[in-house]
Structures are given as structure tokens and as C-alpha cells.
């Protein structure tokens, strides 16, 4: 399932795939949305350009650092330069709303509906947005959780009460040393639970959100299920992606959609149950308004 078959914008079958994407979420017996980096960048969450500059000014003058991404992987000196760095990128990625309504559109669309989240995020927007938090399950891990960079044990921490303290009580790109963060267990410094490689933790609750998750497919997966895959990149198609098209393969029922501005394809094999729409999230979830 390798082929791929393109969209275009702005023509009549761009609009008629807009009516077919209505009426799918409309009569879907469920809805397993996966999310990719392209929902947040469409609510507002871009991690370059104003937004970097308003926020990060200091550091962009003194290491030229060009994107929060980026920014976050600098070898610091001190862990107090460290997590002052973090303290604040935690602060408006986890704890402040999107500014744009992008998940509060998508909640208005499905919430009457059995739906799922499958999602690469980590920002935890759907739960800011008034998501039902069992039906969401974040496989990359939570800006708001700390976890042993060891790790020593399988626990994960939130971080909502230090990180805002840190950021409150940081001067000149430092936070006080006694808000440092180290593991109650071992005494290693703490880190953030995102999956980068093999030490990430899975912790009871990520294990609970995979158990619903896998449920929740089992026991829709030979109805009409509507797959609808939003902002996800070719990073990580092994995660959304590449299930999506292979669930949609083996269920004559089900109809797989891909919203993503520049990305929009789906395999030869599954095209005519395929509705693939190559424009921005927010965009086309405005247009059901």
C-alpha cells in the first residue's frame, strides 16, 4: 500500500469532498480521529516566527536559536538555564488554550457522536478544548508530565504547580536551583515524558488510554468507522497513518478522510473509500459551519 493519489484545491471535487466529509461524520456508526502537529499549527500553536519571538527574545538573542523545537534540544550549562528554557515553553504549550477555536470546532462536530482520539500531540489540547479525557489517548507522552530521566521506575509526574513557579521566579535565564526538579526515588534529574528513545516511561495511566483505545477499535472495526486522520505528518506514519489505512483495507465499511494542507493522500488501494482533502484543518472544519 504504497501508491499515492493527491487532491486539488478549490475545485469541484475539493467541494463535493467537503459534502462527503460532512456526511460521513453525520452517519458514521463511530469516528477514530488521529491528530497530528498540523491540528495544533492550525489552532495557533506554531512554534516559530511571533509567537517564538514574543516568548523567547532572551534566548533567541544570546544562542540565535531559530524555533522552539530547535530550542529545546541546546545543551544548556545549568540546569537552572535548563528549565527556565522549559518552564516557559511548558507554560503556553500545555497550560494555556490554543488561540484559534480549531478542537472547539472538531468537540462541536463529533461530541454527540462514539469517537475516539488517537493523537501524536502532546500539548493536550482536545482536554483544554472539553474533550471526554477516556476517549483520548497520547501515545508521545505530556508536556504537564515528568517522568526519572533514568527512569528507575514507571511513574510520571505533574508538573503544573513547579513549572508555573518556575517561570514566575526565573531571572535572567534562570530559575532559583531549589526548584530543580530530581526523582523522589533515585535523586536523578528529572525530564519530561515525551517519547524521544527507549527510556521513555508508559506509566498506568498511558496503559489504561491504550487498553480504551485498542478496545474501542475492536469493537467497531467490521462497522461503518469514519478514520479521520487531521494534520498528521510522514514523521511518524507508523503510528496513525499507516493503521488508519490498513483498518480502512480490511473493513469494506469504513471510509478513511486525511485533512493536512501539502499532505493529503491515501494508497491506491483504498481510494475509493478514501476522501482526502489537501487544505488547512481549521479551514475545512469552518466550512461545516
Known amino acids: 500500500?504504497?501508491?499515492?493519489?493527491?487532491?486539488?484545491?478549490?475545485?469541484?471535487?475539493?467541494?463535493?469532498?467537503?459534502?462527503?466529509?460532512?456526511?460521513e461524520i453525520d452517519t458514521a456508526d463511530a469516528i477514530v480521529i488521529g491528530a497530528g502537529a498540523g491540528l495544533s499549527i492550525s489552532a495557533g500553536f506554531t512554534y516559530s516566527g511571533k509567537r517564538f519571538e514574543e516568548n523567547f527574545s532572551d534566548f533567541i538573542e544570546k544562542y540565535n536559536v531559530s524555533d522552539m523545537y530547535l530550542a529545546g534540544f541546546y545543551p544548556y550549562e545549568t540546569l537552572e538555564e535548563y528549565w527556565a528554557y522549559w518552564s516557559r515553553y511548558i507554560a503556553i504549550n500545555r497550560y494555556e488554550k490554543a488561540p484559534k477555536s480549531v478542537y472547539n470546532d472538531l468537540l462541536s462536530l463529533v461530541q454527540e457522536k462514539e469517537y475516539f482520539v488517537l493523537t501524536t500531540n502532546v500539548d493536550h489540547c482536545f482536554q483544554k478544548a472539553g474533550f471526554d479525557k477516556k476517549r483520548l489517548f497520547y501515545t508521545q507522552g505530556d508536556y504537564g508530565l515528568w517522568q526519572c530521566s533514568k527512569p528507575c521506575h514507571n511513574q510520571t509526574y505533574d508538573n503544573e504547580i513547579v513549572v508555573k513557579e518556575m517561570v514566575d521566579k526565573q531571572q535572567d535565564m534562570r530559575i532559583p536551583s531549589q526548584l530543580i526538579p530530581y526523582c523522589p526515588v533515585c535523586g536523578a534529574p528529572m525530564t519530561m515524558n515525551l517519547r524521544a528513545d527507549h527510556t521513555f516511561v508508559e506509566d498506568e495511566g498511558w496503559n489504561e488510554a491504550s487498553n480504551r483505545y485498542q478496545t474501542f477499535v475492536h469493537n467497531y472495526q467490521k462497522m461503518h468507522v469514519l478514520y479521520l486522520e487531521?494534520?498528521?505528518?510522514?514523521?511518524?506514519?507508523?503510528?496513525?497513518?499507516?493503521?488508519?489505512?490498513?483498518?480502512?483495507?480490511?473493513?469494506?465499511?469504513?471510509?478513511?478522510?486525511?485533512?493536512?494542507?501539502?499532505?493529503?493522500?491515501c494508497p491506491r488501494e483504498i481510494k475509493k473509500q478514501s476522501i482526502c482533502i489537501n487544505e488547512d484543518v481549521g479551514t475545512v472544519l469552518s466550512r461545516f459551519y
Open 1 to 23: 500500500m504504497c501508491s499515492k493519489t493527491a487532491t486539488m484545491r478549490f475545485t469541484d471535487n475539493y467541494w463535493n469532498n467537503i459534502k462527503r466529509l460532512k456526511k
Open 230 to 265: 487531521l494534520g498528521v505528518g510522514a514523521n511518524t506514519p507508523g503510528i496513525i497513518k499507516y493503521p488508519f489505512w490498513q483498518m480502512t483495507a480490511q473493513n469494506p465499511k469504513a471510509i478513511y478522510a486525511c485533512v493536512n494542507y501539502g499532505e493529503a493522500v
